[in-house]
């Protein structure tokens, strides 16, 4: 079936370095995504969101990346802080209301 | 600005047990509304959406119900807790009529022994 996957489960990367996390997805058709940042215990954090009419859109500190050529998404973090640390997944529409997520990708910022 | 409120944070209960989650919405009025649920290590299952008030639609077949009393809350319920219904379930808006924008609760984890 369709699905949205992720290239790394882990993360770890250096603070004031730049972050990239990848996601593959599988429907072509698919035409709206998100990215959300998970802390522990806690309800996905909606950071940013783009349209398939589009293949970059920024926010503060965090770009989104969408090829849909090779139907790869991504999520650059400017200046990872250690208030990144997080799972992040992405999400897409499949359909009205049927969202697809990944599993997700463990973010470590290293002091 | 719009907020979602989910509660209780944490839950405890034994099997047989019934259940009662609820989560409300401020700020906005004809919130599309979710309950999903979450396991350990896996991507997010929806359990059940509702566009309008009375109006539910189930995604899985399973051991819960859910129901919308007022425009901007949602329940969500059992009537006896099964072990396999332990879980981070979380309750989700959105304002738009597709789904998009979907903004999470806070999430219940729910221990079910």
């Known amino acids: 079936g369709e699905s949205v996957g992720l290239h790394l489960p882990t993360l770890s990367v250096q603070e004031g370095d730049n972050s990239i996390i990848n996601c593959a997805y599988s429907n072509s058709a698919s035409d709206y995504f998100i990215w959300y940042k998970q802390e522990s215990g806690k309800g996905p954090q909606f950071i940013i969101d783009i349209r398939s009419n589009m293949d970059k859109r920024q926010g503060q500190r965090v770009t989104v990346l969408l090829n849909k050529t090779v139907k790869h998404l991504s999520l650059q973090i400017a200046a990872t802080q250690p208030g990144d640390s997080a799972v992040y997944f992405c999400a897409e529409i499949s359909g009205t209301y049927k969202y697809i997520f990944g599993t997700g990708t463990r973010l470590k910022v290293l002091a | 600005s719009q907020t979602i409120h989910q509660w209780p944070a944490t839950l405890v209960q034994p099997v047989g047990s019934p259940l009662s989650l609820e989560c409300t919405v401020e700020?906005?009025?004809?919130?599309?509304l979710y309950w999903y649920r979450q396991a350990a290590g896996r991507g997010l299952q929806l359990l059940f959406y509702?566009?309008?008030?009375?109006?539910i639609s189930s995604e899985v077949p399973q051991n819960l119900s859910a129901s919308r009393p007022q425009d901007r809350q949602f329940i969500l319920s059992s009537k006896k807790l099964l072990l396999s219904d332990s879980g981070f379930y979380l309750c989700?808006?959105?304002?738009?009529?597709?789904?998009?924008?979907?903004?999470f609760g806070s999430g219940t984890q729910l221990s079910v022994l």
């Open positions: 989700a808006w959105s304002p738009d009529s597709r789904g998009e924008k979907l903004f």
């Open positions: 700020g906005t009025s004809n919130p599309n």
């Open positions: 509702s566009v309008g008030i009375g109006q």
